[in-house]
């Protein structure tokens, strides 16, 4: 789903797909905003790790540039019709559906990672519907609202603080725990999947809790040596000295300026960093590619495009094509060592 994404960061979820999946989507847009960010922190993170997480987020989020603009406000137009304001260049475009998203990781957000990030965002937000922060103070709502995805209304039934209580413990244990354990057993059981994601000798590191699940949130693994169920539960990865070598279909999203700041880097996903921006012209040469296996489908600006590559000198030469042209977003797809 094409969203706007309308915080500062990159984030799993927009607000537009919170708004999606409500029963009834009375929540204004900015209250929806201000939990995603709490949930993905204090949640997810403690789930997946902050390196998976990192990734994640950049992979699902895009930013407008002068030179994807129009393949993006096509997507948007003829998604939400000619009604929808006009993006700007600047604005961070989210959206599963972006080519910079690895298939594994697209599988595992429509199989059970949204559905989590959506119940911990619903989670954040159920006190917003019970009281909220005024000029004057913190003010309960009145009438006091009916839950779960449900304003007030003429013929609404007030809460009570017990009623909310109760609502809470409700949503913790009976839907954003239940998908919690539905997402660490589809990550255990295809763990060799997303090398990012903490296997046993990392449990404890990379902000993954090891604690256990008593009435509250977090109880990620349970007992040390064990992930999943039993029936579920993956071999423990043994303290090895020798290195294992894997590879991984990675991406680079690179953008093509005038004037490269050298200062601006790129993450790759085995978590180094590379230049972020290169000079417009009919060919770039990107170090980090020489040896490594470049996949035919180059997109430049969202469009695939037959770019020659080099392995040996790291050239890309777009001569037959154009040139590149300053403002214009590169996709790259290789073969990274993880």
Sequence with gaps: ????????????????????????????????????????????????????????????????????????????????????????????VNAIELPTVYAENAL???????????????????????????????EKNNPAPAFLNNAASGSSAGVGLRDLKYL???????????????????????????PLYPTPDKWGKDGVKKTTRKGSFIDIYGDDDECCREG?????????????????????????????????TYTLCNLQTILLQYAAGNTITIPHLIGKVVN??????????????DPATGILDNTTGGGFLAGSTIIINYNEVI
């Design 232 to 264: 579920d539960r993956h071999p423990v990865i043994s303290q090895s000295t020798t290195q294992v070598v894997r590879t991984l279909a990675c991406t680079l999203v690179l953008e093509i300026v005038s004037t490269p700041d050298p200062s601006l």
């Design 1 to 92: 789903m094409y969203a706007l994404n309308n915080l500062p960061t990159n984030v799993l979820i927009s607000a537009d797909e919170v708004v999606f999946w409500l029963s009834n989507n009375s929540f204004s847009p900015e209250k929806i905003n201000s939990a995603i960010q709490i949930a993905e922190q204090q949640f997810v993170i403690p789930v997946i790790g902050w390196n998976f997480y990192q990734q994640f987020a950049a992979q699902k989020n895009v930013l407008v540039t002068s030179g994807n603009i129009a393949t993006l406000q096509a997507i948007f137009t003829a998604t939400y019709g000619p009604e929808r304001p006009a993006l700007i260049v600047g604005q961070i």
């Design 296 to 309: 035919p489908n180059i997109l430049i600006d969202l469009t695939p495009a037959n770019v020659p590559t």
């Design 168 to 194: 809470r413990d409700s949503a913790l244990f009976g839907r954003v725990n239940v998908m919690q354990d539905a997402l660490e057993r589809f990550l255990c059981i295809n763990y060799t999947q997303y």
């Design 108 to 138: 595992l957000w429509n199989t059970v990672l949204w559905k989590f990030v959506f119940e911990c965002v619903q989670f954040v937000m159920l006190p917003d519907n019970y009281a909220q922060l005024t000029a004057s103070g913190i």
